[in-house]
Structures are given as C-alpha cells and as structure tokens.
C-alpha cells in the first residue's frame, strides 16, 4: 500500500496528502490448485472536475487480470472486482479526516464491495438518509454515522453495515 492510503503522499516540497489519480499495484497468491502469484491493481480516480450536475465522486476500483483473456485476443484484459465510491463533498466533514488518516475505512469498504459483488458507496448518515434506506436486516443508525450502502446491477441500494 502506498503511503497515505487511500490517497497517495505528493512528495514535492513538503510531502502532503494528493487526491489526484493514481493506481498500484500489490501481488498476492492465490489459493488454487496451482498456488500461483496474481497481480491486483487498485486505481483511484479522481472527481472531474468540469463534470455538470449530479454528484462528484472519487472513485476506487481493484482490477485482477480476466482469466478469459488468456484465451481470447478481444477479451478484456482485466476486470473489476471491487468499486468504492465517495462522495467528494464527504472530505469536508469529519469522515473525510477519517478517510485520510484511516486506511481501514477504504480497506474495509473494498473487501464488502469485492465479498458482495456490488457498488459501495460511502457515506455519512443524515436525517435525509434515514428516508432514503430505512432500517432493515437489523442495521440501525443515526445522523453523523459512517455508512457504507451497497447497490447492486439492478440500481437497488441499501444499507449493508455501518462503520464502527
């Protein structure tokens, strides 16, 4: 993981904190019969911003090499495992310092994202909130909690946890 996960440290000058796009890359083995070493890249994507209407999202997406590919010359060559979005308008409340000083917010988010198969989004709980994904399986919260709401490829969403 680079430093300053989620983000990245801009090393001119003073080393700070950079939310410009960048990806990594991290090896891992997989537990097959062939017990062999894979290669997953994390990307972050930054909000456009000439981008008109609608919400600013800083994105985060693992891609792992797509097994078609080694079969197929059109085949993509890579595929999305786990996508990760944050409002960008979230970096101005306290989840914002939490997501710059905590890499285990992102980290834990990826892995629903990647467990479930779907979109997380990140978000803080409002009153509005409590309208837009009322209470079920058991997840209660209130305004000002770290909320992580699962959509899936049908565009339903809900609360999947709430971040302790």
């Known amino acids: 993981m680079p430093c300053g996960f989620p983000f990245h440290w801009d090393r001119y000058d003073n080393p700070r904190i950079s939310y ?11 537990a097959d019969q062939s017990s062999r070493i894979q290669q997953a890249t994390f990307v972050y994507t930054s909000p456009d911003p000439y981008a008109r209407g609608g919400k600013r999202m800083m994105t985060w997406r693992i891609y792992l090499p797509a097994r078609e590919s080694e079969l197929y010359r059109d085949a993509p060559k ?22 710059t000083t ?23 709980a409002s009153s509005r909130t409590l309208k837009l ?6 997840i209660h919260y209130g305004p000002g909690e770290i909320l992580f709401v699962t959509t899936d490829c049908s ?4 609360v999947a946890c709430v971040f302790d």
Not at 133 to 138: E, F, G, K, Q, T
């Open 102 to 124: 905590n890499p285990r917010i992102m980290l834990e988010a990826l892995a629903l994202s990647l467990e479930l198969g779907m979109l997380v989004t990140i978000e803080v």
């Open 20 to 30: 410009k796009s960048y990806e990594f890359r991290e090896q891992f083995c997989v």
């Open 133 to 138: 994904y009322p209470a079920r399986r058991n």
């Open 78 to 99: 890579k595929v999305s495992v786990a996508h990760v979005e944050v409002d960008e308008m979230v970096m101005e409340t306290s989840l914002g310092i939490d997501l």
């Open 155 to 158: 565009g339903r969403s809900e």
